[in-house]
């Protein structure tokens, strides 16, 4: 490999910059124009700089290479953005492919959430723990699919099913872990969404379902002869970084339960409150409240607990739309308080998407689940087992906080912001 001296490199970025400020060359042209997007990097961010006459020496301070980045995670980087990333622990859980304690990183700026779930966190360990179990794995995309008529509509979604066979081995042209399992079929008027279901191993699965979707819509372009026109490959009943009803019922990622039988003298001693009055206060705020107020999610925070593993652990951070869907469900049960979180739209991995970044492997390899699993898949599965224990623990002491009036002090003493 050719190593540029510095005068050359000095002169090589002048001649970028200017060509930069006269507009002859783009940021997007920068990687191939230097042969390096390390280099490219630093001179988007000089361009900024003298043009705004700002210092980005923060934003240029990472440990990530953008050799082999660009091209997988980010387009015309400058530099990375950082979150302060916090632990809660140890979490004890007891799941089908999540057992033992857990430490678990949490990125997040908003200050006492860490300390408030790690309450929740300790009551749950100290009590034996969270039982977590996934019911249903399952990536979806549906392409929308134009017919001229109803009629021609359900004979393409019959055709779709009758052909299930011929597809499933469609997709196995384009991915070793991603399997297409079924086919959900929604007809309004003349037009057709086949929703695709796809098992992912250790991927969230995003890009392998919408990369096999592609091929089966051309797949029945190819050999269904009625008149039909595939419109877009997402038709948005997938449904994807938005909040709906679909992903709710159905599930998608992980649909996946974590509960907790929560000691009553656990609760006295180290939150000050009761199993009546957590319960009293779930009903009233988690279900009524967000009944009055129209959420299509019946929990407190959840939000702030997938977040913040998302961000720390290299998830697709847009899809806490979908993922942070939530019920919180509690009983009174004797002396004790039972409380479950369930999450039907979790979506995780443990490879592909942000996954491999330095930090989040890191903080994938805290948990023991970095990278694909054996068999694929388990590593997926176990840390939706864990980040739905984090839920519950969240739910669980948001719900004491507010039983005993100390969110707003907490907020005071530990997050108020510095202006
Ligand atoms: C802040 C506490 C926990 C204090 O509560 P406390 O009982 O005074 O805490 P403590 O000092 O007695 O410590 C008890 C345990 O709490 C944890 N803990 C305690 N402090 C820390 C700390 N600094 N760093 C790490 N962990 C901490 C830790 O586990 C500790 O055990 P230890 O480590 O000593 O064995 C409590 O007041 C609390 O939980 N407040 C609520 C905070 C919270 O959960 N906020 C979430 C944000 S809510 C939101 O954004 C959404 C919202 C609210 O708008 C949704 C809605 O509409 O409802
Ligand atoms: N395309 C889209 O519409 C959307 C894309 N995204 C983005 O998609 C990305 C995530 O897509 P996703 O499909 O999860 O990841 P990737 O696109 O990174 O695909 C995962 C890759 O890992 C390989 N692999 C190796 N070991 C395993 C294993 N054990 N389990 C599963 N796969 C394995 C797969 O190979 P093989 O396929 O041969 O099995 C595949 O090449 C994120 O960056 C996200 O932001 C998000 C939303 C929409």
């Not at 002169?11 to 940021?27: D, R």
């Not at 953005?81 to 304690?101: C, F, H, N, S, T």
């Not at 913040?308 to 998830?315: C, H, N, P, R």
């Not at 004491?400 to 907020?411: D, I, N, P, Y």
Request: glycine share 10%; hydrophobic share 40%.
């Amino acid at each position: 490999m050719y190593l540029m001296s510095n005068e050359e490199l000095s002169s090589k970025v002048e001649e970028a910059l200017s060509k930069l400020e006269s507009g002859e060359l783009s940021f997007s042209k920068l990687d191939s124009f230097l042969g390096n997007p390390n280099l490219a990097a630093l001179v988007r961010r000089l361009f900024l700089e003298r043009k705004y006459n700002v210092r980005l020496t923060s934003i240029a301070s990472t440990v990530i290479d953008f050799v082999g980045v660009v091209g997988h995670n980010i387009e015309n980087p400058i530099g990375a953005a950082q979150i302060p990333l916090g632990v809660v622990g140890p979490l004890k859980v007891q799941g089908d492919y999540a057992r033992g304690e857990f430490y678990v990183p949490m990125a997040t700026t908003e200050g006492a959430l860490v300390a408030g779930v790690n309450r929740g966190v300790k009551a749950v360990t100290m009590s034996g723990g969270a039982r977590s179990k996934v019911l249903y794995d399952g990536m979806t995309r549906a392409p929308i699919i134009w017919t001229p008529s109803v009629v021609e509509a359900q004979s393409l979604a019959s055709w779709i099913k009758g052909n299930i066979g011929a597809l499933r081995e469609e997709v196995k042209k384009v991915t070793r872990h991603g399997e297409l399992v079924d086919v959900q079929t929604y007809i309004v008027g003349n037009i057709l969404w086949p929703r695709f279901v796809f098992r992912t191993g250790d991927a969230m699965g995003m890009n392998i379902a919408t990369i096999a979707s592609d091929l089966l819509c051309s797949y029945i372009d190819e050999h269904y002869k009625g008149e039909h026109r595939c419109l877009s490959v997402s038709g948005n009943l997938c449904s994807d970084k938005k909040p709906s009803s679909i992903n709710r019922l159905l599930g998608r990622g992980k649909y996946v339960v974590s509960e907790a039988i929560v000691k009553g003298d656990v609760l006295r001693d180290l939150m000050r409150t009761t199993p009546e009055s957590v319960d009293f206060i779930n009903k009233s705020k988690n279900l009524l409240g967000n009944a009055v107020a129209g959420s299509p999610s019946f929990n407190g925070h959840v939000a702030n607990i997938i977040a913040a593993i998302f961000i720390a652990t290299g998830q697709d951070v847009a899809q806490v739309v979908e993922s942070s869907m939530a019920y919180t469900w509690t009983e009174v049960r004797g002396n004790d308080l039972y409380i479950s979180v369930t999450l039907p739209s979790l979506e995780v991995g443990t490879v592909g998407g942000g996954t491999w970044l330095p930090t989040q492997r890191e903080a994938l390899e805290l948990l023991g689940v970095a990278g694909g699993g054996n068999p694929p898949g388990v590593n997926a599965l176990k840390l939706a087992e864990i980040v739905a224990a984090v839920a519950l623990a969240g739910e669980l002491n948001l719900l004491a906080s507010q039983v005993t009036g100390e969110l707003a002090k907490a907020h005071e003493r530990l997050g108020r912001g510095r202006g």
